[in-house]
């Protein structure tokens, strides 16, 4: 079993810059793929970004040139840098871990991320 647990969510306005993190717990080494994904009201969830143990890395197009996905490995932590952000940009943001071998992903609990114009 794997634990997500996401935190720095918040309200910022368009232009600003926020940092969220995903503290994991439990049997990481069975995580093959780090991710974040998003849902916004009303819209489907969508992918973010994802990290895989080979430093892969893959990014949505909203994503793309204005957020970074990274890893603490000694802290089991991974992070979502969030850039220039857009009214567009807000939604509750969810951690992912994808198992190396076979089993359902694992999901955190969602942060919000509010954008105001």
């Known amino acids: 079993q794997v634990q997500l647990v996401e935190s720095g969510g918040d309200l910022v306005q368009a232009g600003g810059s926020l940092r969220l993190s995903c503290a994991a717990s439990?049997?990481?080494?069975?995580?093959?793929?780090w991710g974040w994904y998003r849902r916004a009201p009303g819209k489907q969830r969508e992918l973010v970004a994802t990290?895989?143990?080979?430093?892969?890395?893959n990014y949505g197009d909203s994503a793309k040139g204005r957020f970074t996905i990274s890893r603490d490995n000694a802290k089991s932590t991974v992070f979502l840098q969030m850039n220039r952000l857009k009214p567009d940009d807000t939604a509750v943001y969810y951690c992912?871990?994808?198992?190396?071998?076979?089993?359902?992903?694992?999901w955190g609990q969602g942060t919000q991320v509010t954008v105001s114009s």
């Open positions: 439990g049997s990481i080494f069975t995580v093959g793929t």
């Open positions: 990290l895989m143990s080979d430093g892969t890395t």
């Open positions: 992912n871990a994808q198992p190396r071998w076979v089993g359902s992903d694992y």
